[in-house]
Nanobody, 119 residues
Framework: QVQLVESGGGLVQPGGSLRLSCAAS????????LGWYRQAPGKQRELVAT???????TYGDSVKGRFTISTGNAKNTIDLQMNDLKPEDTAVYYC?????????????WGQGTLVIVSP
C-alpha cells in the first residue's frame, strides 16, 4: 500500500554533515505522518525526527539543534539535514510512515540507510 525509499547515507567525519531523503509512494492509503528513526548495533531503535502533514516537526533529545526535518519538493518526500555529526550518530536510519484509509491505519518502514561517523 505504501512504499518508502531512503537515500543519502554514507561515511562522514565528526563535525560533518549529511542529508537523508525519503520518498513515499501511496496506493489507497493517505500518509499523515513521516519520520526518521535510527538503530545502532546492539541498541534499540530510537526516534530521530517526525513531521506531520499539517503539524510541526518533533525531534529526539539527542539530535535537537543539530538535525532538521523538512518536507521535500516532491509529494510525500521528507529530508533530514544532519549537521555537526558525532560518532554516536552512527546507525542505520529508517524512514517511517503512518497512513490511513477510512478506519484502517498502517505503519510502514523503509529498508534503512547506513550512516557512519568516524575519523
Amino acid at each position: 500500500q505504501v512504499q518508502l525509499v531512503e537515500s543519502g547515507g554514507g561515511l562522514v567525519q565528526p563535525g560533518g554533515s549529511l542529508r537523508l531523503s525519503c520518498a513515499a509512494s501511496e496506493s489507497s492509503f493517505s500518509i499523515y505522518n513521516l519520520g526518521w528513526y535510527r538503530q545502532a548495533p546492539g541498541k534499540q531503535r530510537e526516534l530521530v525526527a517526525t513531521i506531520a502533514a499539517h503539524g510541526n516537526p518533533t525531534y529526539g533529545d539527542s539530535v535537537k539543534g543539530r538535525f532538521t526535518i523538512s518536507t521535500g519538493n516532491a509529494k510525500n518526500t521528507i529530508d533530514l539535514q544532519m549537521n555537526d555529526l558525532k560518532p554516536e550518530d552512527t546507525a542505520v536510519y529508517y524512514c517511517n510512515a503512518q497512513a490511513r484509509r477510512a478506519t484502517s491505519e498502517i505503519e510502514v518502514w523503509g529498508q534503512g540507510t547506513l550512516v557512519i561517523v568516524s575519523p
